[in-house]
């Protein structure tokens, strides 16, 4: 899990560059617009959308934005018709690769995942060919800063959370989607800031990649997360650090 891990923490980094070019905005507004369209415009009986909210706040997305793109999804505004369409696929090395996207075209859209998958030695696969390997789950990021393990064990076990991974500078929280919130009032309540939280998916086990092809997948998953079209894309590998941030940088 940990070279899945060190990758997603990386991504989040490089989100805050992306937030500059306008990639992450445009990614959270399709978020919001889909989020209004599927649960309705108000947070407080929508979940997703209340999370999405959360997560564009985050990103100091102006408010202006954000109501515009409720409204949107609600049908109070005209705008351009999103639907979600899930990709599946393997890369190099047998790793199950899941690809969320919001098109307005799903003709383009599934010629250029294809087209991704094929050029970096990967393959585009049929509908339930790896989703299986994938849970649901909630994850909270918290820098470590001067907090020990066992203090944050100790707050959140008793808020419903599953598990407490440590990584280099952070602990990813992991809980069931439903206790999400509930984790997040405990974390506040005890005064101790968390960088994001998320319903995203969790590999149940993991693949070991590593040289040529090491290198080859993650060049797929950072060609796959600058088409606009993709939301969220996860992969159940493992693969040795040093390795990820050489292709990171």
Known sequence: MSGHSKWSTIKRRKEKVDAKKGRLFTRLIKEITIAAKQGGGDPDGNPRLRTAIATARSASMPSDNIDRAIKRGTGELPGVVYEEVTYEGYGPGGVGVLVETVTDNKNRTTSEIRRIFTRHGGNLGGVGCVSWMFEQKGVVLV???????????????????????????????????????????????????????????????????????????????????????????????????????RVAS
Request: with cysteine; hydrophobic share 35%; proline share 5%.
């Open 143 to 245: 820098e470590k800063g001067g907090l020990s393990e066992e203090e944050l064990l100790t707050k959140v076990l008793e808020a419903g959370a599953e598990d407490v991974r440590t990584e280099d500078e952070s602990y990813e929280i992991i809980c069931n989607p439903p206790t999400l919130d509930t984790l997040k009032d405990a974390l506040r309540m005890s005064n101790i800031p968390f960088s994001s939280a998320e319903v995203t998916r969790v590999p149940q086990t993991t693949v070991k990649v590593t040289g040529h092809k090491a290198e080859q997948l993650l060049r797929l998953m950072e060609e796959m997360e600058e088409f606009e079209d993709v939301q969220n894309i996860y992969a159940n590998f493992d693969i040795p650090d040093e390795v990820i941030q």
